[in-house]
C-alpha cells in the first residue's frame, strides 16, 4: 500500500456455529482453528491492525491468547443464523473511532492461506488501482454441470451440453475459495460488496484453499498441512473418507 494507506483487518467468529459446533477454536494441527488466522495475519507487514468481532467469550479469550485485539462485543443481533458477514463488517468499521483506507476480511475457517496471499491482493489492488480484490482457486469447469429433474433427468446448467467438447478447449472456471477479502473501506462501505465488475482476483493453489464448514473438512486441513509438512506428521496415513456431514456458518 502506498504510504499513509491504513489496513484493518477483521476476522469474524461468532459462537453458535450449527454443523459444527465449537468449529472455530476447535485444534488443527495443535492450535485453534482460529489461531491460524490470527498468526498469519500478524505475519502480514501491511496490515496496521487486527480485530475480532464476536459474541462469544471462549473464543474472544482464545484470540486475546494468541494477540488479536477485542475492542468490542458483537451485538446478539448480528450473531444469529441470519446475520450477514457484511452487516458484521459494517458494524465493526462503525464502532471504531479511528478511519481505515483499507479493510482485509480473514474467515477463521481458512487456516491455510498465507501472509503472501493477503500480501499479493493488497498489491494487486495498488498495481491496477483497483478497489477490490477476493482470492479464488481453479474449479471444474460449470460446464459440464447439470441441473437434475425430479423424474433423473439431466438438464444442462449452462443451457446447452458441453460434454463433447474436451477440457482442454474450455476456458479455465474460478471459484470464491473464502480465504483473503480486501476492498477499500469507502468503496466498500458505498458498495457493500467485495465481488462487483470492478473486483481482482489472486489464484490461490487448492492445497491453500481449504474452507472449514464440516468435520471432514477439518479432517482434510489437518492432512494438507501435514502433507506439507512431513516432519511433524503424526502417521502416514492416507486422508480421512468423504462423509456428507451438514455445513453451517460460524463467522
Not at 487486527?50 to 486475546?64: F, G, K, N
Not at 458483537?74 to 452487516?87: F, V, W
Not at 459494517?90 to 479511528?98: C, V
Not at 482442454?168 to 467485495?194: E, H, K, M, S
Request: aromatic share 8%; charged share 20%; net charge negative.
Amino acid at each position: 500500500m502506498p504510504v499513509g494507506q491504513s489496513v484493518l483487518a477483521i476476522i469474524p467468529a461468532r459462537g453458535g456455529s450449527k454443523g459444527l459446533p465449537g468449529k472455530n477454536i476447535l485444534p488443527l494441527a495443535g492450535k485453534p482453528l482460529i489461531a491460524w488466522s490470527i498468526e498469519t495475519a500478524r505475519a502480514c507487514p501491511e496490515i496496521d491492525r487486527l480485530i475480532l468481532s464476536s459474541d462469544d467469550a471462549e473464543i474472544i479469550a482464545t484470540a486475546q491468547a494468541w494477540g488479536c485485539e477485542v475492542p468490542f462485543i458483537r451485538p446478539p443481533h448480528l450473531a444469529n443464523d441470519t446475520a450477514s458477514t457484511l452487516a458484521v463488517l459494517l458494524h465493526a468499521l462503525e464502532s471504531l473511532p479511528e478511519r481505515y483506507e483499507w479493510l482485509v476480511l480473514l474467515q477463521p475457517t481458512s487456516p491455510l492461506r498465507w501472509a503472501a496471499d493477503i500480501s499479493a491482493c493488497l498489491e494487486i489492488c495498488r498495481r491496477e488501482a483497483a478497489p477490490a480484490c477476493v482470492t479464488v482457486t481453479a474449479t471444474k469447469t460449470p460446464l459440464w454441470s447439470y441441473f437434475l429433474e425430479a423424474d433423473g433427468r439431466m438438464v444442462p446448467i449452462l443451457g446447452r451440453d458441453n460434454t463433447r467438447v474436451g477440457r482442454q478447449q474450455l476456458p479455465a472456471a474460478y471459484q470464491l475459495n473464502g480465504a483473503v477479502y480486501v476492498a477499500r473501506c469507502d468503496w466498500f462501505q458505498q458498495q457493500q460488496t467485495f465481488v462487483h465488475a470492478e473486483t481482482r482476483a489472486h489464484v490461490m493453489p487448492p492445497e491453500r484453499s481449504v474452507d472449514i464448514d464440516t468435520a471432514f473438512d477439518l479432517r482434510w486441513a489437518e492432512f494438507l498441512w501435514h502433507s506439507s509438512h512431513p516432519e511433524s506428521a503424526p502417521s502416514a496415513h492416507p486422508p480421512p473418507p468423504y462423509s456428507p456431514e451438514a455445513g453451517g456458518s460460524g463467522r
